[in-house]
């Protein structure tokens, strides 16, 4: 199976950013690097430095002081430094299983015409207390309509990046949707790994959330989106709102 850099980009959210720290740690796949991108902001406290530490795995730490440079910039910088043959993703405030990169990378080992796998996806609102679950194979009609793929949910090998591109910087949301789009539409295959393994948290303070001072911003990123790629108008949704327009029932894959 192929070894795998984990993509961390932070900033700002320390007891987040342990949390992910534990799901880093807790991976069973056997070659693994953490690649942890401090995007501006407050340095790491100790507790995170304790916890790189104890890693039993190579962790590389880039950091920059503010302004913050943005995710597409900050996952960029860490592909730009890993080591590996494939990349995983995983935000600050998201989660994965023990054997999240362990099946994606089976996936990929399974499958050699996949150049991007994902896994199925838990949706956690936190102010709610409540869940739902995203879990759609594959199909570009419905994903130019609603990006039902959170970064923390895929991995891509290396040769991706040189075929179609990094992500762009332009886009300072939706920068993943737009990347994957990419490769959609230039002949690339994004494959589905069912089982939910990736957990993404909607709460205040994440980019889940279209708070109103994004909201414009999003908009703009998506009409840009939609301009590039010849896709029809999108409207701003959270991933609950996907779950809940994809997925009614959690455990099928059809609405």
């Given at each position: 199976m192929p070894s795998v850099s984990i993509v961390l980009p932070t900033r700002d959210r320390p007891e987040r950013l342990h949390l992910a720290l534990e799901a880093v740690a807790r991976q069973t796949h056997p070659e693994l690097e953490l690649i942890?991108?401090?995007?501006?902001?407050?340095?790491?406290d100790e507790a995170a430095r304790e916890a790189i530490a104890r890693l039993d795995f190579p962790t590389t730490l880039l950091e920059h002081d503010?302004?913050?440079?943005?995710?597409?910039?900050?996952?960029?910088?860490?592909?730009?430094?890993?080591?590996?043959?494939?990349?995983?993703?995983?935000?600050?405030?998201?989660?994965?299983?023990?054997?999240?990169?362990?099946?994606?990378a089976a996936a990929l080992d399974r499958e050699p015409r996949a150049d991007v796998v994902y896994s199925d996806v838990r949706v956690v609102n936190e102010e709610e207390g409540a869940e739902r679950r995203i879990a759609r194979d594959f199909d570009f009609a419905v994903f130019s309509r609603d990006g039902f793929i959170p970064p923390s949910a895929m991995a891509a090998r290396r040769p991706v990046f040189e075929r179609f591109g990094p992500f762009d910087p332009e886009f300072a949301a939706s920068e993943d949707w737009e990347w994957l789009v990419r490769i959609a539409k230039g002949g690339g295959v994004i494959a589905r790994v069912p089982g939910?393994?990736?957990?993404?948290?909607?709460?205040?303070?994440?980019?889940?959330?279209?708070?109103?001072?994004?909201?414009?911003?999003?908009?703009?990123?998506?009409?840009?989106?939609?301009?590039?790629?010849?896709?029809?108008?999108?409207?701003?949704?959270?991933?609950?709102?996907?779950?809940?327009?994809?997925?009614?029932?959690?455990?099928?894959?059809?609405?």
């Open positions: 942890l991108v401090r995007d501006g902001g407050a340095p790491l503010d302004p913050p440079e943005g995710p597409a910039r900050s996952r960029n910088r860490g592909i730009e430094t890993a080591r590996a043959e494939a990349f995983a993703f995983l935000d600050d405030d998201d989660d994965w299983t023990a054997d999240h990169i362990a099946r994606l939910a393994t990736a957990t993404v948290r909607i709460h205040g303070g994440g980019a889940s959330r279209i708070s109103p001072d994004r909201l414009a911003e999003r908009r703009r990123c998506l009409a840009l989106l939609s301009e590039r790629h010849g896709l029809p108008p999108i409207e701003p949704k959270t991933f609950w709102e996907v779950a809940e327009a994809l997925c009614r029932d959690p455990n099928a894959t059809t609405p």
